[in-house]
C-alpha cells in the first residue's frame, strides 16, 4: 500500500473505497480520521498512511455531502469557544463517518430499524390492497375495504456501539395507526380446499409485509343461483 498516497489527490473517496475492496483490503483495518476545517479545500481525501495494521486515511469531512451543513454549526462553535460542542460535534462525525463510508449494515440500522429516525415504509396500505384484490379477485368475488385503529407502540431500547439510547422513553410509547384489512369473498358452493388455499394466499402477503403495521380480516359466504347468502364464517389471521 505504500504508493497509494500518489492518487490521494485524484480520487474519490468512493472510488478509493471501491479500489481497496476489489484488492480484497480488509476494510476492518481501515480508520477514517475526520478533518474539521473551516475552508474547504479541493481535496476529499487529504492524507492516506500506514500505522503498524491500520491505514489511516484523512478526510476532509465537510466535502461529504451528509456532513456539508455541519460546517456553518462548526464555525459557529468556534467562533462563541464552545469547547463542549466542538467535543460532541468532533466524535458524533467520527463514529458517523465510518459508518456512513465503511458499514452498511449499521447503516441500514440507524436508518430502516431505529426508533426515532425511521425510513418511510415501502408499503403502503393501497399498495398491499392493491396486491390482496390481485391475488383474489381473479378466481372470486372479492370485496375489500379497510378502517384505522389508534394504537400506542412500546418504544425499544437501541443499542448502538457501546452506547445504549433509549433508556429514558417519551411518555413510553409512541402513538401510531394500525390498518384493519376486511376482506370478503363470495363462492358459489362450499369448498373447503378453497378456503384453506385462500387462508394460504393472505398468509404469506402478510409474511412479506413487515415494514407496515396492518392486520387481515376476512369472511368466506356463499352464493347460489337462487340468491341466497350462506354465511360460512368469520376468519382472522
Given amino acids: 500500500m505504500k504508493y497509494i498516497n500518489n492518487i490521494n489527490?485524484?480520487?474519490?473517496?468512493?472510488?478509493?473505497?471501491?479500489?481497496?475492496?476489489?484488492?480484497?483490503?480488509?476494510?476492518?483495518?481501515?480508520?477514517?480520521?475526520?478533518?474539521?476545517?473551516d475552508n474547504v479545500s479541493s481535496y476529499t481525501i487529504l492524507d492516506i498512511y500506514e500505522d503498524q495494521e491500520t491505514l489511516n486515511v484523512k478526510i476532509n469531512v465537510f466535502k461529504i455531502k451528509p456532513f456539508a451543513k455541519l460546517q456553518s454549526m462548526y464555525q459557529e462553535y468556534i467562533q462563541n469557544n464552545n469547547s463542549l460542542a466542538?467535543?460532541?460535534?468532533?466524535?458524533?462525525?467520527?463514529?458517523?463517518l465510518n459508518i456512513y463510508v465503511l458499514?452498511?449494515?449499521?447503516?441500514?440500522?440507524?436508518?430502516?430499524?431505529?426508533?426515532?429516525?425511521?425510513s418511510a415504509p415501502k408499503h403502503t396500505i393501497d399498495s398491499i390492497i392493491n396486491s390482496l384484490y390481485k391475488l383474489l379477485s381473479e378466481d372470486y368475488c372479492t370485496v375489500i375495504n379497510y378502517t384505522e385503529k389508534p394504537v400506542n407502540i412500546r418504544r425499544k431500547q437501541r443499542l448502538i456501539r457501546h452506547s445504549s439510547v433509549g433508556n429514558t422513553f417519551l411518555g413510553g410509547?409512541?402513538?401510531?395507526?394500525?390498518?384493519?384489512?376486511?376482506?370478503?369473498?363470495?363462492?358459489?358452493?362450499r369448498n373447503e380446499s378453497i378456503i384453506e388455499k385462500i387462508k394460504s394466499q393472505i398468509k404469506k402477503i402478510e409474511e412479506k409485509i413487515?415494514?407496515?403495521?396492518?392486520?387481515?380480516?376476512?369472511?368466506?359466504?356463499?352464493?347460489?343461483?337462487?340468491?341466497?347468502?350462506?354465511?360460512?364464517?368469520?376468519?382472522?389471521?
Fill in 173 to 189: 410509547n409512541m402513538p401510531s395507526i394500525i390498518y384493519i384489512i376486511n376482506i370478503s369473498i363470495f363462492l358459489l358452493r
Fill in 86 to 96: 466542538i467535543q460532541v460535534l468532533e466524535y458524533g462525525i467520527k463514529v458517523l
Fill in 103 to 118: 458499514d452498511n449494515k449499521m447503516l441500514y440500522k440507524l436508518t430502516q430499524e431505529n426508533t426515532y429516525i425511521k
Fill in 9 to 37: 489527490k485524484s480520487i474519490s473517496l468512493n472510488n478509493f473505497i471501491s479500489f481497496l475492496k476489489n484488492q480484497k483490503y480488509p476494510l476492518e483495518k481501515i480508520k477514517l480520521i475526520p478533518v474539521l476545517i
Fill in 210 to 237: 413487515t415494514d407496515s403495521p396492518f392486520k387481515i380480516e376476512f369472511q368466506i359466504s356463499i352464493e347460489n343461483s337462487r340468491k341466497n347468502c350462506i354465511y360460512l364464517g368469520y376468519f382472522s389471521l
